[in-house]
């Protein structure tokens, strides 16, 4: 470790000089570090969420296909309460949660959300209801966008753009609207909005920016003010279903080994006679877009729980069902006419994918009777003035033999049918759980719980247990859809529960060293004032898959380049890998910058020194940064979203 003396000398924020660098290098202007190259201090003592104690914690699950909160009052943190029915439910699904669907009016404002947005849109006559903008599924875009920022659009169901902070912040302010509705029903005078602790359910696969997107559709719809962040938690999906899932009686779960609800036990007793120190499970969180798989292990007597793998999963929620359906359709109708219907007869497509859903629900591994789909009258009208021929001629014309015409105007689907349609999505899963549990920190796993609203799917379970062979027993809690929700209020209860996570990605700067013959490469070396220095040295702060403890920071000093210096910029750095040497390496990306806001610390020190603590313990990462001299708070912030 080097004195601070000297590694202020020796290790420079990379740019810092006027002369450019001969490598082109990618760094920040203006800073010189001052620090050692690494102290990590774990302050895990120091809780990482405290703050105002609020009265009640609403708990909001903004998912792909459908969406619902959940409350409870700090002082009876055992009684959760899932949101009232929703109006206008469909057959065959619980409503305790309500479809993922928003309307705007032509002007675009907004005008409804969930059943009844589906349920108006659907009522409009088509001349009208082109003109109006619907939006279902589009959770995944903030999953699927490269570079996400502010701007970045999404798609209406007539094929009009709006900007998707806009729609995130509509539905977000509804949930809030409800959510207070309830609650000052229940109290019997307005509640005050300061008296809640707000937590919004993300994949645990999600990238910082997809993050900071969600908190910003927060701010903007009036969840909670920008100066109060600690008042809205960001939870991860699988880590609200297993703090929930550790908490199971055996009459709220089935092992589907067994398929019997009480497995021998008494029914009051924790999941398989209670955990117990050091058990280790997966959770496997199958949800309408993403597949979401984390490993932890119970830490007693507090029922701690500690990540032992980075999360993983991918894009392979049910929603990727529907796409292998419209595939069929294509392929029997032609992809030209259903992109025309889509555009020309929106309100008739999304009923027909209302009507599949119901039938997808209804596939299971031994069942042998066809499943029969409606399809709209439009559709059939529309496939004949389109084509001239019938939809009956289609299907006989195509050469898909297991889906037939029945004569009461339905696609008729052989089970065999309906089951190649779940093949894609099913094989991604079981291969990324075959994948998972190759690595040899994820062994001796007693428990693997399936949650999710996918969770429920026959085909998905019989898949998981293939899979396993018996090496895990298969845990699905009753209430299945609502896991995460109800996790994530006990997580708002308790924020500390969890208290070592893995760090997804590697992260840093870039940095200059003193240049060492024989160890840099000659392409790096910049001179200096009759000093050589090596450019582009990415300084780690944190490894891809490091066990990071709650509250733990990574401490880090600089300095302006000039004393009028008002805001210090510095460009951080990520990689899958785990050893950068270079922030030019292939496979390194700019992904945001940190932010010190130095106004008002003018001194008449020679120099003055910033030192800088990031946190990556808990779900969102964190900068604080202090004035070394005056001991004054600086405003740090981190900023991930592509500007």
């Known amino acids: 470790m080097m004195?601070?003396?000297?590694?202020?000398?020796?290790?420079?924020?990379?740019?810092?000089?006027?002369?450019?660098?001969?490598a082109k290098s990618m760094g920040d202007p203006g800073i010189t570090p001052l620090s050692p190259s690494h102290i990590q201090q774990n302050d895990t003592d120091s809780n990482a969420h405290t703050g105002p104690s609020f009265i009640v914690v609403v708990a909001v699950d903004f998912g792909t296909t459908s969406s619902g909160y959940a409350y409870a009052f700090t002082k009876e943190p055992e009684c959760i309460h899932t949101m009232r029915r929703w109006e206008g439910g469909d057959p065959g699904v619980s409503n305790q949660k309500t479809p993922t669907t928003i309307l705007l009016t032509p002007d675009?404002?907004?005008?409804?959300?969930?059943?009844?947005?589906?349920?108006?849109?659907?009522?409009?006559?088509?001349?009208?209801?082109?003109?109006?903008?619907?939006?279902?599924?589009?959770?995944?875009?903030?999953?699927?966008?490269?570079?996400?920022?502010?701007?970045?659009?999404l798609h209406a169901a007539n094929g009009k753009r709006v900007k998707a902070i806009d729609i995130f912040a509509y539905a977000l302010a509804f949930f809030k609207e409800q959510a207070l509705k309830e609650l000052s029903d229940q109290a019997g005078a307005e509640f005050d909005n300061t008296n809640i602790r707000w937590v919004i359910t993300v994949p645990a696969i999600w990238k910082m920016?997809?993050?900071?997107?969600?908190?910003?559709?927060?701010?903007?719809?009036?969840?909670?003010?920008?100066?109060?962040?600690?008042?809205?938690?960001?939870?991860?999906?699988?880590?609200?279903?297993?703090?929930?899932?550790?908490?199971?009686?055996?009459?709220?779960?089935?092992?589907?080994?067994?398929?019997?609800?009480?497995?021998?036990?008494?029914?009051?007793?924790?999941?398989?006679?209670?955990?117990?120190?050091?058990?280790?499970?997966?959770?496997?969180?199958?949800?309408?877009?993403?597949?979401?798989?984390?490993?932890?292990?119970?830490?007693?007597?507090?029922?701690?729980?500690?990540?032992?793998?980075k999360a993983s999963g991918g894009p392979y929620g049910s929603i990727g069902i529907d796409y292998e359906f419209e595939k069929l359709l294509c392929k029997i109708f032609g992809p030209d006419f259903i992109d025309q219907f889509k555009i020309k007869r929106p309100a008739a497509w999304v009923d027909l994918m209302i009507a599949f859903e119901s039938r997808k629900r209804a596939a299971a591994p031994d069942?042998?009777?066809?499943?029969?789909?409606?399809?709209?009258?439009?559709?059939?009208?529309?496939?004949?003035?389109?084509?001239?021929?019938?939809?009956?001629h289609a299907l006989r014309k195509s050469n898909v033999d297991f889906v037939k015409w029945s004569s009461q105007g339905m696609l008729r689907m052989n089970p065999d049918a309906m089951n190649a349609l779940f093949k894609p999505t099913i094989d991604h899963i079981i291969q990324h759980l075959t994948d998972l549990f190759d690595k040899p920190e994820v062994c001796d796993i007693k428990f693997l719980f399936?949650?999710?609203?996918?969770a429920e799917s026959p085909l998905l379970q019989q898949a998981v247990q293939n899979m396993l062979h018996g090496r895990s027993r298969?845990?699905?809690?009753?209430?299945?859809?609502?896991t995460i929700l109800k996790g994530a209020v006990l997580f708002g209860l308790d924020p500390n529960v969890i208290k070592v996570r893995r760090s997804p990605l590697t992260y840093g700067v870039g940095v200059?060293?003193?240049?060492?013959?024989?160890?840099?490469?000659?392409?790096?070396?910049?001179?200096?004032?009759?000093?050589?220095?090596?450019?582009?040295?990415?300084?780690?702060?944190?490894?891809?898959?490091?066990?990071?403890?709650?509250?733990?920071?990574?401490?880090?000093?600089?300095?302006p380049a000039k004393p009028s210096q008002q805001v210090i910029i510095i460009h951080i750095y990520c990689s899958e890998k785990e050893g950068v040497?270079?922030?030019?390496?292939?496979?390194?990306?700019?992904?945001?910058?940190?932010?010190?806001?130095?106004?008002?610390?003018?001194?008449?020190?020679?120099?003055?020194?910033?030192?800088?603590?990031?946190?990556?313990?808990?779900?969102?990462?964190?900068?604080?940064?202090?004035?070394?001299?005056?001991?004054?708070t600086v405003k740090a912030s981190i900023d991930f979203l592509a500007q």
């Open 209 to 309: 920016p997809a993050k900071q997107f969600m908190r910003e559709a927060a701010y903007k719809a009036g969840l909670v003010p920008r100066d109060t962040p600690e008042q809205l938690i960001i939870a991860l999906e699988p880590e609200a279903a297993s703090i929930y899932c550790r908490k199971l009686r055996l009459h709220q779960m089935i092992d589907i080994g067994t398929k019997t609800t009480q497995n021998g036990f008494s029914p009051n007793e924790n999941v398989g006679a209670g955990m117990t120190q050091g058990d280790r499970y997966v959770v496997v969180d199958c949800g309408g877009g993403t597949v979401d798989l984390t490993v932890h292990q119970i830490q007693l007597p507090e029922g701690h729980l500690k990540e032992l793998y």
């Open 581 to 632: 040497g270079f922030i030019s390496e292939p496979g390194v990306r700019k992904c945001g910058t940190l932010r010190l806001d130095v106004t008002g610390t003018e001194t008449s020190a020679a120099r003055r020194e910033i030192q800088t603590h990031m946190q990556f313990g808990d779900t969102e990462i964190r900068a604080m940064a202090v004035d070394v001299a005056t001991s004054r």
């Open 512 to 559: 200059l060293n003193r240049y060492v013959e024989g160890k840099h490469p000659p392409d790096k070396m910049l001179v200096k004032d009759g000093t050589r220095w090596c450019t582009d040295v990415f300084d780690t702060f944190i490894v891809c898959d490091q066990s990071v403890a709650l509250g733990e920071t990574v401490k880090r000093s600089y300095t």
């Open 474 to 482: 298969i845990i699905i809690p009753h209430d299945v859809g609502l």
């Open 450 to 454: 399936l949650v999710g609203g996918f």
């Open 108 to 153: 675009r404002k907004f005008h409804s959300f969930g059943y009844a947005a589906r349920d108006f849109y659907h009522d409009l006559d088509p001349t009208e209801s082109k003109h109006w903008l619907y939006l279902e599924k589009f959770k995944m875009k903030l999953h699927t966008t490269a570079n996400l920022s502010i701007d970045t659009e």
């Open 367 to 392: 069942r042998t009777n066809p499943l029969n789909i409606n399809l709209p009258f439009s559709f059939i009208d529309y496939y004949k003035k389109f084509r001239g021929h019938s939809v009956e």
């Open 3 to 22: 004195t601070e003396k000297e590694s202020a000398t020796d290790n420079i924020i990379a740019d810092a000089m006027a002369t450019p660098s001969p």
